[in-house]
């Protein structure tokens, strides 16, 4: 026998990643008047989570522009544009961040972070309580890892929760901010390289919650590299018909790359989201 692995599918979400939930939220609030003022709205997104809060906002007339760098996906930005929500494209994730963050000083806008913002990481968090709820026998929780909001939110759920579970977090070698940080013991800048899980990439803001949380919380974090994630992407699409992005399929990756030893335990691997570009479908020789 061997491990019992099921997917949570958050491609299935009406963006096609778990964004949603942290945007939908933070908007909410912000109505209630309970985390910030109301207003035009501000972000930096590699892309799902500029597309989350657009959805989060429609209808509701508030301006919102996003920050994006320039290489992400076409069908992310081409969803984005499409919301009705202004794109500004940068150089890079970290120069979108920047940017946003001196839009929010200059102009008095609210910054929405994709993950250093409260509320934003207990919608995140929503994911952890539903696989407890679904299946609480689950010994590890496989989460990818980029800004930290969606592992800090599961962390805390499954912290708040009566259960042994442990959460695992997956970076990419080509953009590992956490991992170098907790080795250093402190949030570094690295050098991103270039990878197909776009929405990892990049470097942590300085005053991050989400580096002390993971920290606590986190039993460990593995990483995969660039021919493990195109392995997985492609099994995926080939054995499990789930057209998934490099950043949702490193669950599976590090699994398949045997990156970390799960015996006989339930593992519940995360797959963050579904927004890939036909071409770098086609080019992984998935048709």
Not at 12 to 37: D, F, I
Request: hydrophobic share 45%.
């Amino acid at each position: 026998m061997g491990a019992d692995v099921r997917l949570k599918l958050e491609l299935q979400q009406p963006t096609a990643s778990y964004k949603v939930r942290g945007a939908l939220n933070a908007v909410l609030r912000m109505a209630e008047g309970q985390s910030a003022e109301s207003g035009a709205l501000v972000t930096a997104s590699a892309g799902n989570h500029g597309q989350a809060l657009a959805w989060a906002v429609r209808g509701t007339g508030t301006p919102l522009t996003i920050y994006v760098p320039a290489d992400a996906p076409k069908t992310k930005l081409q969803a984005i544009l499409g919301s009705g929500a202004t794109l500004v494209t940068c150089e890079s994730y970290d120069a979108a961040e920047r940017r946003a963050k001196e839009h929010a000083r200059t102009r008095g806008a609210v910054y929405v972070s994709p993950y250093n913002h409260p509320d934003v990481i207990a919608g995140a968090g929503t994911v952890g309580l539903e696989i407890l709820e679904d299946w609480p026998d689950v010994d590890i929780v496989l989460v990818p890892i980029g800004g930290g909001g969606l592992i800090s939110g599961i962390a805390l759920a499954v912290r708040g929760a009566s259960t042994s579970a442990e959460v695992v977090g997956v970076e990419v070698a080509a953009s590992n901010p956490f991992m170098q940080g907790l080795e250093a013991g402190r949030i570094v800048t690295i050098a991103v390289q270039p990878t197909l899980a776009d929405g990892l990439a990049g470097n942590l803001d300085p005053d991050t919650v989400t580096f002390e949380i993971v920290r606590q919380h986190v039993a460990r974090i593995v990483l995969v590299d660039e021919p493990q994630l195109r392995a997985a992407i492609v099994a995926l699409v080939a054995r499990e018909q789930l057209v998934v992005e490099g950043a949702g399929a490193v669950g599976v990756a590090a699994l398949l790359a045997r990156q970390l030893d799960v015996g006989e335990k339930n593992v519940a691997v995360v797959i963050s989201g579904g927004n890939i570009d036909s071409s770098q479908l086609s080019a992984l020789g998935c048709q």
